[in-house]
């Protein structure tokens, strides 16, 4: 099982669309939660740190489960420029510092 | 202020040569950490560093692969004797340090990336 997990999609929407994301991850030492953005040939872009009370900007909100140990992210009102590949990414310290990325879930907003 | 910067942005290869990629944190940033992304798939973590602290190499795939970090700042990744499966786009990124009391500790910020083609 990988430690950090994610729906690879694709997600086709269309746009003005509510669409959600789940990425789960398997060690509960994990400590802090990101979701990131990347666009084709581009670099991951921090989209939102994740925090246990849940947290919105703007149109985007995230939510994490330490219980079920998964995080979420919603995108309300989806543009076309939010057609991207979202990333999950959990920190966690196990005697040293380790960093997962998931591999990611790609969204389609159409007109 | 200035981002992370990666040098050089494209770099082709013959097999067998080494190569070195160069990385740039951010001003004040003391972690540093080193991804490889091959087409298509995600991201592969290689290396961090924190602070003067000796690297986290877990993450390197082969002793043909090292990195160090002068001062504290700048990074260098090196591939010795490279193979067509090193072909990827190697990436820096950069954060504080959750020691440091700041907020948003462990948001890594991405440099624009190395694609490194071995032919």
């Known amino acids: 099982r990988k430690e950090v997990e994610q729906d690879p999609g694709p997600f086709n929407v269309p746009e003005g669309a509510t669409v959600a994301f789940n990425c789960t991850y398997s060690n509960s030492a994990s400590q802090s939660f990101f979701w990131y953005r990347q666009d084709c040939r581009k670099e991951p872009k921090l989209l939102m740190s994740v925090y246990s009370s849940g947290n919105e900007d703007g149109r985007f909100t995230a939510q994490l489960n330490r219980a079920s140990q998964y995080i979420s992210l919603l995108i309300r009102d989806s543009k076309l420029s939010d057609s991207a590949t979202y990333l999950c990414?959990?920190?966690?310290?196990?005697?040293?510092?380790?960093?997962?990325f998931g591999a990611g879930t790609r969204l389609f907003v159409k007109a | 202020g200035a981002g992370v910067s990666q040098s050089p942005s494209n770099k082709v290869t013959e097999k067998g040569k080494d190569v070195e990629l160069r990385c740039d944190p951010i001003?004040?940033?003391?972690?540093l950490y080193w991804y490889r992304q091959s087409l298509g798939q995600g991201l592969e973590f290689l290396i961090y560093f924190q602070g003067n602290s000796a690297p986290d190499k877990s993450g390197l795939p082969s002793d043909r692969f090292s990195a160090e970090r002068t001062g504290g700042s700048v990074s260098t990744l090196t591939i010795q004797r490279t193979q067509q499966e090193d072909s990827a786009v190697y990436l820096c990124a950069s954060s504080f340090s959750v020691t440091s009391g700041r907020g948003g500790s462990y948001e890594q910020y991405f440099g624009p990336g190395t694609r490194l083609t071995v032919t």
């Open positions: 001003s004040g940033h003391t972690a």
């Open positions: 990414v959990v920190n966690m310290r196990t005697g040293g510092f380790k960093t997962i």
